[in-house]
């Protein structure tokens, strides 16, 4: 069967979309600002290149709900240092650990969901980072932005790249974690100075990929995915929450 498709690109049909608008695509995963020692700022090529849509991952801690770097896993991809020498790859695996294990949101986590406790799981908690990139983002300074550009985050809820992929002990626990975020980033924004809330979530990177998510069974997932997104809809009914990162199409 053979399908024929023509395009009139001097018609447009106002009954059809938003007035007929194609939704913007111009978005990235990744951050302008510099992530870490030797890394650039990169604020006036985002605003050159029109980057409205910007999804927060591998912000290594920047965003992480909770991180365990090891120098020693065997499965790193090291994403960091590929530049790195080959002598100096163990110096350089450590200061990535230690950069981004120290800028994670629940440095304590991990303890509190082992003991079912979600005091200790939010105990220390550490949004400065965090705050300090959102703030910079979304304020996108008028020097460098000659066009106004407004910028929307896309808050990936989980891990960086390498920052294990340990599975949540306590769905309820790591939903109320999530809650403080939602509160803090989408209903109390202002408080922390930025501009405008958080209005996308996504539920975890790549569960398909084990070095993410250590299980090869989807109903995990489901399960926290389901917790996740009842707590942000309750915290903020207007949030717009989608499904995880899939490395390959044929996971989904």
């Given at each position: 069967m053979t399908k024929i498709f023509s395009f009139n690109k001097n018609c447009r049909d106002l009954s059809a979309g938003r007035n007929s608008l194609i939704k913007e695509v111009n978005g990235v995963n990744g951050l302008p600002k510099s992530l870490a020692p030797g890394f650039p700022d990169l604020d006036d090529q985002f605003n050159q290149m029109g980057i409205k849509h910007l999804r927060l991952h591998d912000g290594f801690g920047?965003?992480?709900?909770?991180?365990?770097?090891?120098?020693?896993?065997?499965?790193?991809?090291?994403?960091?240092?590929?530049?790195?020498?080959?002598?100096?790859?163990?110096?350089?695996k450590k200061l990535v650990a230690d950069i981004a294990n120290v800028r994670s949101i629940f440095p304590n986590a991990a303890i509190g969901m082992r003991n079912h406790d979600v005091n200790l799981a939010l105990r220390d908690a550490n949004y400065e980072m965090t705050d300090a990139y959102l703030r910079d983002i979304l304020n996108n300074q008028a020097d460098l932005n000659p066009d106004n550009i407004q910028r929307q985050i896309m808050f990936r809820i989980g891990r960086s790249l390498d920052g294990g992929y340990e599975i949540p002990e306590d769905f309820d626990i790591y939903a109320k974690l999530v809650k403080a975020l939602v509160n803090r980033y989408a209903v109390n924004y202002a408080n922390i100075g930025m501009p405008k809330k958080i209005i996308y979530w996504e539920v975890w990177n790549e569960p398909d990929l084990l070095f993410f998510w250590n299980s090869d069974d989807p109903q995990k997932y489901y399960a926290l995915y389901e917790k996740v997104v009842r707590v942000i809809k309750a915290v903020d009914p207007d949030a717009k929450v989608g499904g995880a990162g899939i490395s390959f199409s044929n996971n989904a």
């Open positions: 920047i965003g992480d709900m909770d991180n365990y770097f090891q120098v020693d896993r065997k499965n790193n991809q090291n994403q960091m240092i590929v530049n790195v020498p080959e002598e100096n790859h163990s110096a350089a």
